[in-house]
């Protein structure tokens, strides 16, 4: 399951709005066939293995990290693949939430297959966060808070600058992660005063191109903004309390859209109504704690740097109040990533 579990992994950018999956197939203890759902509309992870095991399929197990589908869709049934090619036990990590597609553990037993679900169960959940939040329906984006911060969490020096905060290895790793997602964000503050550009550049380029989102709130972003200048190749969506019908005309000739929300929870809600099932949003500290305080953030990928920047640093979360330890919220450790000399820790809300 170990080993499934890394698989899926590679799926990472390119299977969205699919799970993240990973099989392997053992006969006598020993791997014969592996595989993972690579591309969306593509192979499943399950066809993958067997076709990699061939004849060596019969009578063995097989391992993989979500219960195969019981139903066709862009591609045959997993669970009739796994039934004709005399798979005698499957192994699952975690059951398939979608309702189309979920029953193949259900089939396969009924088939007089030996099914066994929950084995590593946390894990592949934890992997497949994203894709639960959207089926569980909530409303609004999984939302995923990621910074990178100095070892007293200040995340610009005085003066507002953080580039760079972290080492390449770790900025290269943020291209990586910017790719699972349908949107990245970023505070209005941080769009004036970092100018960035929000775009994937790393190795895994995304399925579909992230929509970058600003959350304004009452400030305003130039023509000579690098995200308006590039609204007409990278989708960009403005967001504010408000825009004046002239301030929404010129964005609109730019190709900006501009989202009118009075609050952070209407703002993600417009976003979930646009199809944007998952974000990103990398800052700055006042947007941060806001979010925070709302109950807004499912997901921080907080990069630690071994670099001080002082009182006079920009703090990495701010405006975000806590009573006492004992009203603390305590959150769960889902990863811990060496980076070079930095560090990611992701951390989920229970
Ligand atoms: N190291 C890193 O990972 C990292 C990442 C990002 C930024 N930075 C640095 O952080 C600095 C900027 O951070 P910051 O904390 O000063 O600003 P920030 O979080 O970028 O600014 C907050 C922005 O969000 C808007 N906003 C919208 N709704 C809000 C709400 N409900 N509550 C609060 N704000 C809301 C604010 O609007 P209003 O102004 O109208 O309140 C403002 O434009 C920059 O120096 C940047 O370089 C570092």
Redesign the pocket.
């Known amino acids: 399951m170990r080993r499934a579990l890394d698989l899926a992994v590679r799926g990472w950018g390119r299977v969205d709005p699919n799970p993240l999956v990973g099989a392997v197939i053992l006969a006598q203890g020993e791997p014969v066939g592996e595989g993972y759902h690579a591309e969306f509309g593509g192979p499943h992870a399950e066809a993958v293995a067997l076709a990699a095991a061939g004849e060596r399929a019969r009578g063995a197990t097989l391992v993989t990290t979500v219960e195969p589908c019981a139903a066709v869709g862009k591609q045959p049934a997993c669970a009739a693949a796994i039934i004709a090619a005399g798979i005698r036990r499957v192994v699952v990590a975690m059951p398939d939430p979608n309702p189309a597609m979920a029953g193949g553990g259900d089939r396969l037993r009924a088939a007089g297959i030996e099914v066994e679900i929950g084995l590593a169960r946390e894990e592949a959940e934890r992997q497949n966060a994203g894709f639960l939040h959207r089926h569980a329906r909530p409303g609004r984006p999984w939302v995923v808070v ?5 070892l007293d969490h ?4 005085g ?5 760079w ?2 080492g390449e290895e770790a900025r290269d790793w943020v291209h990586w992660f910017r790719a699972g997602f349908d949107a990245i964000g ?9 100018d ?1 550009s929000l775009t994937v550049r790393g190795v895994t380029e995304p399925r579909r191109t992230p929509t970058r989102v ?6 305003r972003l130039g023509p000579e903004a690098a995200l308006i200048r590039t609204a007409r190749d990278v989708p960009t969506i403005l ?3 408000e825009f004046t019908a002239s301030e929404a005309a010129a964005l609109t000739e730019r190709g900006v859209e501009a989202v009118s929300a009075a ?2 929870a209407d ?1 993600l809600a417009l976003l979930d109504a646009r199809g944007i099932g998952s974000i990103v949003i ?10 925070l ?2 109950g807004l953030v499912d997901r921080l990928a907080w ?1 630690v740097s071994p670099v001080w920047l002082g009182d006079h640093g ?3 979360v ?2 975000f109040e806590v009573g006492s330890l004992l009203q603390a919220e305590r959150w769960v450790v889902a990863e811990r990533r060496p980076l070079g000399q930095d560090t990611a820790l992701l951390f989920d809300r229970r």
């Open positions: 990621k910074l990178a911060t100095s200040r995340i610009a020096d003066a507002g600058h953080s580039r905060i972290s970023v505070g209005g503050r941080t769009a004036q005063i970092d960035p600003v959350f304004l709130g009452h400030r967001i504010a309390p609050t952070l703002a990398e800052g700055g500290g006042r947007l941060t704690g806001a979010l305080a709302a990069i920009i703090p990495a701010r405006g």
